[in-house]
């Protein structure tokens, strides 16, 4: 479902902007067709559950084409209603024994933040994947906690799921996340607010 493998050509874990522009569909799929990202997490916390659910329909075609997972933020119950890949839970959002049993075998990845004990728990619910992060400072949740290199050399060892490192990633610094054990850079603002680049270029920039 979910693969662990290192030498993925596609270790991007994409997630949505803040709120949806009017170009937005229409660069999602120049971005998708990089064929550079592996997953797409829709993330509005400002759009109530109707609004999300229309928009997850327009995505869902999107990712389709380009056999990228789509993952919805926060809620099993939006990713069971619009029948996304899978979901993605914080550890202050939905309880994830709740996830599985309505979304039955589709992915489902938590948030551990810096915490190995976090991590661990995560993988006796039997979690999809596990996030670790803000690695940097991050213009999308500018007050994440904090994590370090440390936490990924040990999942590298400790951890047999896929590891995705989440918080403030750009084209400079990714790579001593991948180097240090993650397998998905989880990645939003330099590609969707790049004051340089448009979301179609920016993108290739993570190989």
């Given at each position: 479902?979910?693969?662990?493998s290192?030498s993925?050509?596609?270790?991007?874990?994409l997630?949505?902007p803040?709120?949806?522009?009017p170009?937005f569909f229409t660069?999602?799929?120049?971005v998708?067709s990089?064929?550079?990202?592996s997953?797409f997490?829709?993330?509005?916390?400002?759009?109530n559950?109707?609004q999300?659910?229309k928009?997850?329909?327009k995505?869902?075609?999107?990712t389709?084409?380009?056999?990228?997972?789509?993952?919805i933020?926060d809620s099993?119950?939006i990713?069971k209603?619009?029948?996304?890949?899978?979901?993605?839970?914080?550890q202050?959002?939905?309880?994830?024994?709740?996830?599985k049993?309505?979304?039955?075998?589709?992915?489902?990845?938590?948030?551990?933040h810096n915490s190995?004990?976090l991590?661990?728990q995560?993988?006796?619910?039997?979690a999809?994947?596990?996030?670790f992060?803000?690695?940097?400072n991050?213009?999308?949740?500018?007050?994440?906690?904090?994590?370090?290199l440390?936490?990924?050399n040990w999942?590298?060892?400790?951890?047999?799921?896929p590891i995705?490192a989440?918080?403030?990633?750009n084209?400079k610094?990714y790579?001593?996340l991948?180097?240090?054990?993650a397998?998905y850079i989880a990645?939003s603002?330099?590609?969707?607010?790049?004051?340089?680049?448009k979301?179609?270029?920016a993108?290739k920039k993570?190989?």
């Amino acid at each position: 479902m979910v693969s662990k493998s290192r030498s993925l050509k596609r270790i991007v874990y994409l997630i949505s902007p803040n709120k949806i522009y009017p170009n937005f569909f229409t660069d999602l799929e120049k971005v998708l067709s990089s064929n550079h990202v592996s997953f797409f997490q829709l993330r509005l916390k400002n759009n109530n559950k109707n609004q999300i659910i229309k928009i997850a329909k327009k995505i869902k075609p999107i990712t389709k084409k380009f056999k990228v997972k789509f993952l919805i933020n926060d809620s099993y119950k939006i990713a069971k209603k619009v029948s996304s890949d899978g979901c993605h839970l914080g550890q202050s959002d939905e309880n994830i024994h709740s996830a599985k049993e309505n979304l039955k075998n589709k992915i489902i990845g938590v948030t551990c933040h810096n915490s190995k004990a976090l991590a661990l728990q995560a993988l006796k619910d039997k979690a999809s994947y596990i996030a670790f992060g803000s690695f940097f400072n991050s213009k999308l949740k500018p007050n994440a906690k904090k994590a370090n290199l440390k936490i990924l050399n040990w999942a590298k060892k400790n951890i047999k799921k896929p590891i995705v490192a989440i918080g403030g990633i750009n084209e400079k610094n990714y790579k001593n996340l991948i180097k240090a054990g993650a397998n998905y850079i989880a990645i939003s603002t330099v590609i969707w607010n790049n004051p340089f680049l448009k979301p179609e270029i920016a993108i290739k920039k993570f190989k």
